[in-house]
């Protein structure tokens, strides 16, 4: 007979679960972090898409948040959360929907890394920060580079320079505290340098962020800098897991999935979480440990050793042994139910539209709803 | 200045766009090949997830359907389609969500491989097809296995034998129509050899159900074969392009995109549809032309040679050159519209709850709405 898990019997697999327990100590956790380190934690909410997540951060006390999309900077400030940075470069078609925002109350700022974008925005009368690159990963403008101060200047004209902000994305293809602290400091001296640069010009620049997973638990010494971002600190996952920013363990986010076959031969076992279920990301692909499409768990969280989702076709996934193990294929007839520890929590809970919650105090399962769109 | 594209005006990008014109002559391609062979179409709607794409099907008569969830089932139910097939293997704790819309005049019929599955879906009194292994690649029984005539018989002892399915996965991997037909062969070979063998037991076996959306194409003769699965085919993508099953021109489903920066030095154009809008899914990377996370467009839908997104972050894309490509990059000023061709429709299209479709016969932009979850 299938492994009994009572407390799931309500629930259609696959299903996203939510280990509250889990989830308060790795929030708490860079809470005291970012204390310690005196700046303000502006958590990242692209992960969590949730009013019930983001109102057991900080307290319960609403902080300031940071969102990916405009439809989170909606969903959040209909919830309450009233200062809000939205974080990717501004796109002047969308500046309708941020003044709009503006209009109710919201503190919405917004971010660029060009002179035409600063221009859209000063005319919008919007606040923003200039993107700073700090490590060659995606947007921003280097803190040497001549334009910052021209893209300063444009924005103060009109009152919206609020200041510079920075994501060290590389961060998270170095493993271990060292190197992640070492991209901390590239956040903080980026940051920090053109901030200096906008102040010797005679701008202001009252906001420095920065931020990242792995940058933001491994820093040191964030001098200069007034705020830190970061956003899957709340679940963590396989690939956090993989470059020691956590253990395993501290997991919060999992798939819950039944076994519907077995090719014995090939030694497979077939389950319900396919790709669609984990999402395509294979994070782990490039890392030490290739954990597949997931780790595989029993019903209560507990990892089956070297047991992992080997592939995934829409709505199958195969577990099997990690390539080498030694361990024997556990006896998992049809109808056993398992949880799969994902790559990456913002691809996999993108897949849903709701958590289903292992609430701390123990009890009943939540359902906490969660959000995707622009 | 950015390029015009008023008939976008009312969106915010990122943006799933569906090309009407394109989308029905797909349709209409695989519907002449499955009367050609002689066979029903039982088009899957994992795809599409869409009651709009469903009723334009079929010339508008509700036609028998697969679904890969029992989500879409209720859905597409409800909508009026009453003859479907469950085409993943069957969990036991599903059968009264099963038993609830057959209860309700649905004909559910879901689809198993091992003994253990039989006895559940027998007692509930669901009729099944036997999933048979063509390839390799998944579930499923060979023919020539004996617990194919055992299944058969504990189905058929409560009248729920149905008969035999099968899907020929690796078909995906291989490229060109020669290719494909040697795999629509073996999709037919083994369910008539499974057909007979159940038949040769005394055991009925009516439904002879075959197909994936390369096999579908490149099949010459199903004799023995009663119908004909695919799904991707009413979109296409990069993936099936990359094996010959379509043109690139015949790709329905692109995302459309604004540019929010540059990076000169690196030739990087940054666009806000990064992994979020375009999923994860890396399909053509094994293929002879990788394309990235997608080939770039302009706003009417023309290919811009050889530019593709190669790296994407969680709303961000990145595009630039194809490796080694001579063209010079073209001027995309901020807040320029491009269109995006996906790697595979089906994940791409999970990213969003809606498909804002370019009508036929020109005219307004029309929205359907999709659905996801299980």
Not at 65 to 86: C, K, M, P, Q, R
Not at 99 to 111: E, P
Not at 334 to 351: E, F, K, S, Y
Request: glycine letters at 10%; aromatic letters at 4%; charged letters at 20%.
């Amino acid at each position: 007979m299938p492994a009994k898990a009572p407390r799931f019997d309500s629930l259609s697999t696959p299903a996203l679960l939510l280990d509250e327990a889990k989830m308060m100590r790795n929030i708490e956790r860079l809470e005291v972090q970012a204390q310690t380190l005196g700046v303000t934690l502006r958590p990242h909410l692209k992960t969590a898409k949730s009013v019930e997540v983001a109102r057991r951060l900080n307290k319960g006390v609403a902080p300031a948040i940071t969102v990916s999309t405009l439809a989170e900077a909606e969903a959040f400030h209909a919830a309450g959360f009233a200062d809000i940075l939205y974080a990717v470069g501004i796109a002047p078609q969308k500046l309708a929907r941020v003044q709009a925002l503006r209009a109710k109350g919201c503190d919405l700022i917004v971010i660029l890394d060009s002179a035409e974008q600063a221009r859209a925005v000063a005319q919008a009368e919007v606040p923003a920060l200039i993107e700073i690159d700090c490590d060659g990963h995606r947007g921003g403008r280097r803190p040497e580079d001549a334009s910052l101060v021209e893209i300063g200047r444009i924005l103060h004209e009109k009152g919206c320079l609020r200041g510079v902000m920075t994501h060290a994305g590389e961060s998270y293809g170095v493993r271990g505290k060292a190197a992640h602290a070492a991209f901390a400091e590239q956040e903080r001296s980026a940051t920090v340098r053109a901030a200096e640069a906008l102040r010797n010009a005679g701008l202001p620049c009252p906001v420095v962020s920065v931020g990242s997973t792995p940058t933001a638990h491994a820093a040191r010494d964030l001098s200069g800098v007034t705020e830190l971002r970061a956003g899957v600190y709340m679940f963590f996952d396989l690939v956090m897991a993989g470059i020691d920013v956590c253990a395993v363990n501290d997991i919060a986010l999992s798939v819950l999935t039944t076994v519907i076959g077995h090719q014995q031969d090939k030694g497979w076992i077939m389950v319900d979480a396919g790709w669609m279920a984990m999402s395509r990301d294979r994070g782990t692909a490039a890392q030490d440990v290739d954990q597949g499409y997931g780790v595989v768990c029993d019903a209560d969280g507990q990892v089956l050793p070297d047991l992992i989702i080997s592939g995934a076709n829409q709505e199958h996934g195969i577990v099997s042994r990690r390539p080498g193990a030694k361990v024997t294929l556990p006896d998992l007839p049809v109808g056993t139910l398992l949880r799969i520890l994902p790559n990456h929590a913002c691809a996999t809970a993108a897949q849903y539209d709701r958590y289903t919650v292992l609430s701390q105090g123990g009890g009943a399962l939540q359902t906490w709803q969660r959000f995707g769109g622009w």
